[in-house]
């Protein structure tokens, strides 16, 4: 590894770090229902991630145009000023905005940061080199995140708002980490800014079009279905919900989700390792699986015992998370990287749009249990495409070599 090398690769797990440092994350929900109605609230995260999706693809197009640098720094100041504008707020009204404005920076941030160092970092295509940092930076995100949980669940009990003020001060600290990393691409590979203006839908259209080549497409009902479920438990409301529904206050819910994270750490720790040697395949259906399961077993009475499956689903997206961004780099064209990986973060919050004010409504009138018993069943039919695809890509390979051969 060169030294250039190795200065991006602190970059980027410095950088994992801060913006995971979700003190908030365990808790927002116990604040906004000092104000407002769970029913509400689903209303309210459905219409923002809804505008968040609408910022989603354009994202990608315009930092694979206009320079990647540019789109990540702002996403990453549009995230403070949200989240700050939500902690000042005290009704639907300023949620909404703030989290429209969060939504906004999150979506001019996805992709276009791993498209950034993946581009700096110039790992051959062959080796394992990617996924391996990625891993090790999910730990790092990991070790933030779960000491930010527990100091942020802590620090609720004293005044709910100092959490999200915290959040914003890490996300602004990562604006300075990533600011140095600039876009290597040459300008006249951008483009100009009228040039860029026409190609903009048609980058957006290519970007969905590389979904439906074969090395791709398969990995669709993944990540509609097991990755939207880790965004719906992670950065939506069924991980509270269901904390709330296996009798954990907001301070215990705030250190099981830290244990979750110190468990995690000790798994990408083993898969960092084994990087090597581990087959795609198994693990996709072992977390699609498990997954699914978990949200069966949900459905039982069983109380504390519940932090099994929160555990799982946990877990479960963290570790599917470098196979998948592994897949999309090495597969997505150059120019169109981050707009490909756009597409995929899109996809990937997709359901929620649809899912927050269902969840919502069925959390207030008790019937959550509907919610949970379909989505596994979607899991267990996602899963199980995923394998009839691989298996007639494998035939048409196997095919193609005795062609080949004779």
């Given at each position: 590894?060169?030294e250039?090398?190795?200065?991006l690769?602190?970059?980027?797990?410095?950088?994992?770090?801060?913006?995971?440092m979700?003190?908030?994350?365990t808790?927002?929900?116990?604040?906004?229902?000092?104000?407002?109605?769970?029913?509400?609230?689903?209303?309210?995260?459905?219409?923002?991630?809804?505008?968040?999706?609408?910022?989603?693809?354009?994202?990608?197009?315009?930092?694979?145009?206009?320079?990647?640098?540019?789109?990540?720094?702002?996403?990453?100041?549009?995230?403070?000023?949200?989240?700050?504008?939500?902690?000042?707020?005290?009704?639907?009204?300023?949620?909404?905005?703030?989290?429209?404005?969060?939504?906004?920076?999150?979506?001019?941030?996805?992709?276009?940061?791993?498209?950034?160092?993946f581009?700096?970092?110039?790992?051959?295509?062959?080796?394992?080199?990617?996924?391996?940092?990625?891993?090790?930076?999910?730990?790092?995100?990991?070790?933030?995140?779960?000491?930010?949980?527990?100091v942020?669940?802590?620090?609720?009990?004293?005044?709910?708002?100092?959490?999200?003020?915290?959040?914003?001060?890490?996300?602004?600290?990562?604006?300075?980490?990533?600011?140095?990393?600039?876009?290597?691409?040459?300008?006249?590979?951008?483009?100009?800014?009228?040039?860029?203006?026409?190609?903009?839908?048609?980058?957006?259209?290519?970007?969905?079009?590389?979904?439906?080549?074969?090395?791709?497409?398969?990995?669709?009902?993944?990540?509609?279905?097991v990755?939207?479920?880790?965004y719906?438990?992670?950065?939506?409301?069924l991980?509270?919900?269901?904390?709330?529904?296996?009798?954990?206050?907001?301070?215990?819910?705030?250190?099981?989700?830290?244990?979750?994270?110190?468990?995690?750490?000790?798994?990408?720790?083993?898969?960092?390792?084994?990087?090597?040697?581990?087959?795609?395949?198994?693990?996709?259906?072992?977390?699609?699986?498990?997954?699914?399961?978990?949200?069966?077993?949900?459905?039982?009475?069983?109380?504390?015992?519940?932090?099994?499956?929160?555990?799982?689903?946990?877990?479960?997206?963290?570790?599917?998370?470098?196979?998948?961004?592994?897949?999309?780099?090495?597969?997505?064209?150059?120019?169109?990287?981050?707009?490909?990986?756009?597409?995929?973060?899109?996809?990937?919050m997709?359901?929620?749009v649809?899912?927050?004010?269902?969840?919502?409504?069925?959390?207030?009138?008790?019937?959550?249990?509907?919610?949970?018993?379909?989505?596994?069943?979607?899991?267990?039919?996602?899963?199980?495409?995923?394998?009839?695809?691989?298996?007639?890509?494998?035939?048409?390979?196997?095919?193609?070599?005795?062609?080949?051969?004779?």
């Amino acid at each position: 590894m060169t030294e250039k090398q190795k200065w991006l690769s602190r970059k980027y797990l410095l950088y994992r770090m801060f913006s995971s440092m979700w003190f908030f994350s365990t808790v927002w929900l116990y604040f906004y229902r000092l104000y407002i109605t769970d029913q509400q609230i689903g209303l309210l995260d459905g219409m923002a991630f809804a505008i968040g999706l609408l910022a989603e693809i354009p994202s990608g197009a315009l930092a694979d145009k206009f320079g990647r640098d540019k789109m990540v720094r702002l996403g990453q100041i549009l995230l403070a000023c949200g989240i700050l504008i939500q902690v000042l707020g005290s009704s639907f009204t300023p949620f909404f905005v703030g989290q429209v404005v969060m939504m906004i920076g999150f979506g001019f941030i996805s992709g276009a940061d791993d498209a950034l160092f993946f581009e700096n970092l110039k790992f051959k295509r062959e080796s394992t080199s990617w996924r391996k940092l990625v891993t090790r930076g999910q730990q790092f995100a990991l070790t933030a995140t779960l000491i930010a949980t527990v100091v942020g669940g802590w620090l609720h009990t004293i005044n709910p708002r100092i959490p999200w003020v915290l959040t914003s001060l890490a996300f602004i600290v990562a604006t300075f980490i990533i600011w140095p990393v600039k876009d290597t691409r040459p300008k006249n590979v951008r483009g100009k800014f009228a040039e860029e203006i026409k190609s903009y839908v048609q980058d957006i259209k290519i970007g969905f079009s590389q979904f439906h080549l074969p090395q791709i497409k398969p990995y669709v009902p993944i990540i509609l279905a097991v990755q939207g479920l880790f965004y719906v438990a992670g950065y939506g409301l069924l991980r509270i919900i269901l904390l709330d529904r296996f009798t954990f206050s907001p301070f215990w819910g705030a250190v099981a989700v830290a244990i979750c994270g110190v468990v995690t750490v000790w798994i990408l720790s083993v898969l960092h390792k084994q990087a090597d040697t581990l087959s795609e395949k198994r693990i996709l259906m072992l977390v699609s699986l498990s997954a699914a399961t978990a949200l069966l077993l949900s459905i039982a009475d069983i109380g504390l015992w519940g932090f099994v499956v929160i555990l799982t689903l946990y877990t479960g997206e963290y570790v599917l998370q470098p196979f998948m961004s592994e897949v999309l780099n090495k597969h997505a064209p150059e120019r169109y990287r981050a707009t490909v990986l756009s597409v995929g973060s899109f996809l990937r919050m997709l359901p929620y749009v649809v899912l927050a004010p269902i969840i919502g409504y069925l959390s207030t009138n008790g019937r959550l249990q509907y919610f949970l018993l379909a989505w596994a069943l979607l899991i267990y039919g996602a899963a199980l495409l995923y394998v009839l695809s691989k298996r007639h890509d494998t035939k048409i390979e196997i095919e193609s070599s005795l062609e080949n051969s004779t």
